[in-house]
Structures are given as C-alpha cells and as structure tokens.
C-alpha cells in the first residue's frame, strides 16, 4: 500500500467537496497555511503542503483525507480545486523506467484507522487540545451515510424553546424523525443540515453542523428520531446585528415541516461504552448538546442497572433561566450525576465560570482522574479552551502531576476531547 512512487510523482493531498461541511476546522488546524477557501470549497495547495497530517484526525467528515497521484509538476491548481462539485477520477500516469521506480517523492504517511490499534498503546495520532481517536470502548460509529449527492430527509416532529422566555438567549430543542429510512447515530456524532436559499454569490448554501442532543436509540427510546440543541443567532461575534442563516431557518421551523440532512459526522468525540465508566462533562451553551446526549444514555442505562460510572457535570450559562434544559436537569438525581453551574452574570452572585469551579472541585476531579476509566468532554466556544485547560493543569499540578505528562497520556489514550467551535 505504501510501495515508493515513481520519480516525478506525487500523491496530492485534496479535500472533498462532496463531504465537506465547509466547518473551517482543516484551515485552523493546519500550522503551514496550506489550507484555504472561497464561498464554494476549502481546498489545499500542492505547493505549500508538506503532508503533516495534523488537519487529518480533526476532521468530522473525513472529506479531508483524500489523496490522487499526480505528475509532480503538474498538480491540480488551486483554481480548479475552486470550481470543483467532486474530485476528479484518478487518472493513468505514464509508466515511469524501471530504474526510476526506487526513487521516492513526497507520500502521505499512512493513516491506522482507530478501531485497528487499542488505546492504552502508546503512538497515536494526536492534534490540539484533545484526542484524536475515541475513547478504547466507544461503539463503532457510522459516518457520512449520506452525502450532498444523496441528502435524506427528516420531519420536524417537535420544536421547543429551552431557555426562559423573556431571555434574550433563544435556544430550542429540535426533534427531527427519519420515518423508515436508516440513521444510525451515536452520542457525541452530529449532523448537518441545508438551508434554503442561496449565498450572495447565488450559489445554494452550504449545509451547517449541529451535534446531535439525544441518545443512540433516539429521542423518544425506539423511535427513529434525533434531537438538536439551536441557538438563534442574531449579532455576529463582534455583536453587529446579524442573523444566522440556517440557525434562524431551524428555529423558526413548525411541527411537520421536513429538512434536509446530511452525515451523520464524528468518530472520536464518543462516550466510552463500559459499564463502570466516569465522565466529566464541561460545556456552554448550546455545547450542551452532547452532554445531554451522553447524559441521557447513561440514565436509560442505570435503569436497567447497564451503568455504574459517576458523572460530573460543568455548565456555564449568563444565568439560570439563560440556561438550556435548566428545570430537566435540576430533577436529575443528585446520586446519579454532580451538577456544578458556573452562572456569570447571575443578579446578585459574583462571576463565575467553568474553569472556575473546576479549581474549586479539584480533589473530585483529581480522584476520578486516577483512574483510567474516566473521559473528559469538552464542548462550546472555542475561547473556553485555554481557561478549561489551564484549569485541569491546576488540578493535576496540585497532585504533584506533571500537566504535559497526564495532558499527552490522556490524549494517547482517547480520554479528553474537545469539540469548540
């Protein structure tokens, strides 16, 4: 499989445009700017890529993994890689003399698929904050059942706000059914969905990615269905009124209308599946999502006596009533999951955020991280990263750890993840 190339030839590394969710991750993860892209497709240039692998394991879609031989001095220019709808066909390469054969050009490194190779070994493919593979008992996921050629379409079977009316923060829950057609899905994956209309360029719009807030065997349990956690989006980051293309099109969506859905997305950021697992979950906002998701199937699981881990859970919200699921999750049992609310902007309390209790609960969490039956999940804005993990390195540190170590083993070992967006 990973036999030398023929001189002059090269294996160019290209992005699919079919699967790709234009989600940005590749562009920010890539340290080389090799990575960028234009209101049609995110594409790679052949000139800069040194084939470092690190926009790889990130991916939720695998559209980025893709390689097609190529003459050396003639690989697929950035513009046409702009104007592509899917990637072209291989196409036969001049037989190079046989003298030549020996003669290497730069090759992707080969990937090992993450169900080949248990976690506890050490070599891993890791990027960033987080693991790049699952935890060792993850149920296998399906990814990218369906695509932009063939979307599926589900009906809108519920649409509930889940923060307080009078808020300014407008958050639903969105529960959408798959009728008869097969949607396999998995704590932690998610999907993506089209909105209507087209881009200022007149060019339909591209799908958008929403993690997925209900357990494996659905949102009602049996039935075909899934449940999405929506913010309406109506400022950009620098608050200047704007409206959010696909969140405003979800949110304002009505009993019985259909969508149409792509994916599922996602082969790491999944909860372990052994029956005496901990999790610690830490999330804001609408990161909630796939705490909820995990969360859920754990208490379907102890009522059948399936799950005797602990869950600790980190959730940071302006305030209580801007706070999603808020009354659900305060009739939880205590016994059954550690609940900590980082409220900031609470009337009369002072500012508190995720990383903050993380600190404060630090002996909690320096006992279950002893044990290597416990997973981190992290979910939310990608400004909570350096604060969750300055946090954690106070929390080993006070153990007399060394951070960089437990930091390396846990991601060695697909136990700390992080989806921030």
């Known amino acids: 499989?990973?036999?030398?190339?023929?001189?002059?030839?090269?294996?160019?590394?290209?992005?699919?445009?079919?699967?790709?969710i234009r989600c940005n991750t590749c562009e920010e993860t890539c340290p080389i700017d090799a990575i960028t892209h234009d209101s049609n497709n995110y594409v790679v240039d052949a000139s800069i890529c040194n084939h470092c692998m690190a926009c790889v394991p990130p991916c939720p879609t695998g559209s980025i993994d893709n390689w097609l031989t190529v003459l050396a001095d003639k690989p697929y220019t950035l513009?046409?890689?702009?104007?592509?709808?899917?990637?072209?066909?291989?196409?036969?390469?001049?037989e190079a003399p046989i003298d030549d054969v020996a003669a290497q050009t730069t090759e992707a490194p080969p990937v090992v698929a993450d169900e080949d190779r248990h976690p506890s070994l050490d070599g891993y493919p890791s990027t960033g904050a987080g693991a790049s593979i699952p935890p060792w008992s993850a149920a296998?996921?399906?990814?990218?059942?369906?695509?932009?050629?063939?979307?599926?379409?589900?009906?809108?079977?519920g649409n509930y706000r889940v923060t307080a009316d009078d808020t300014e923060s407008d958050i639903r829950h969105i529960v959408l059914d798959f009728g008869t057609a097969p949607f396999p899905v998995l704590e932690g994956?998610?999907?993506?969905?089209?909105?209507?209309?087209?881009?200022?360029?007149?060019?339909?719009?591209?799908?958008?990615?929403?993690?997925?807030?209900?357990?494996?065997?659905?949102?009602r349990?049996?039935?075909?269905?899934?449940?999405?956690?929506?913010?309406?989006?109506?400022?950009?980051?620098?608050?200047k009124p704007a409206l959010g293309v696909c969140s405003n099109y979800l949110c304002d969506l009505k009993k019985n209308d259909t969508v149409r859905v792509i994916g599922p997305y996602g082969n790491t950021f999944l909860m372990p599946n052994h029956a005496d697992a901990n999790i610690i979950m830490i999330c804001t906002g609408t990161g909630s999502a796939p705490m909820r998701a995990m969360t859920e199937r754990c208490r379907r699981l102890r009522k059948e006596s399936a799950f005797q881990g602990k869950l600790m859970l980190f959730f940071g919200a302006r305030t209580e009533r801007e706070l999603p699921?808020?009354?659900?999750?305060?009739?939880?049992?205590?016994?059954?999951?550690?609940?900590?609310?980082?409220?900031?902007?609470?009337?009369?309390?002072?500012?508190?955020y995720v990383q903050?209790?993380?600190?404060?609960?630090?002996?909690?969490?320096?006992?279950l991280l002893d044990s290597d039956k416990t997973c981190i999940y992290v979910c939310g804005l990608k400004g909570m990263e350096d604060g969750v993990l300055q946090a954690l390195e106070s929390v080993v540190s006070g153990a007399g750890l060394q951070w960089p170590d437990v930091h390396a083993q846990l991601k060695a070992q697909g136990r700390l993840h992080f989806e921030t967006y």
């Open 79 to 94: 513009e046409e890689q702009f104007s592509w709808e899917a990637l072209p066909a291989e196409q036969p390469l001049p």
């Open 325 to 352: 699921y808020f009354g659900p999750l305060m009739n939880l049992p205590k016994d059954f999951i550690d609940i900590n609310l980082a409220l900031s902007r609470e009337v009369g309390q002072p500012k508190r």
């Open 1 to 20: 499989m990973n036999a030398p190339l023929p001189a002059g030839v090269l294996k160019q590394h290209l992005i699919d445009p079919e699967v790709c």
């Open 189 to 219: 994956q998610s999907i993506a969905i089209f909105p209507p209309g087209v881009d200022e360029n007149g060019r339909p719009y591209h799908a958008r990615q929403y993690s997925i807030a209900s357990p494996r065997d659905g949102e």
């Open 221 to 239: 349990p049996r039935y075909n269905n899934l449940s999405l956690t929506v913010k309406r989006v109506t400022t950009d980051y620098d608050a």
């Open 140 to 157: 296998h996921p399906y990814v990218n059942l369906y695509t932009h050629k063939n979307p599926i379409t589900a009906t809108v079977v």
């Open 356 to 367: 903050d209790l993380l600190v404060e609960r630090a002996a909690d969490i320096r006992t």
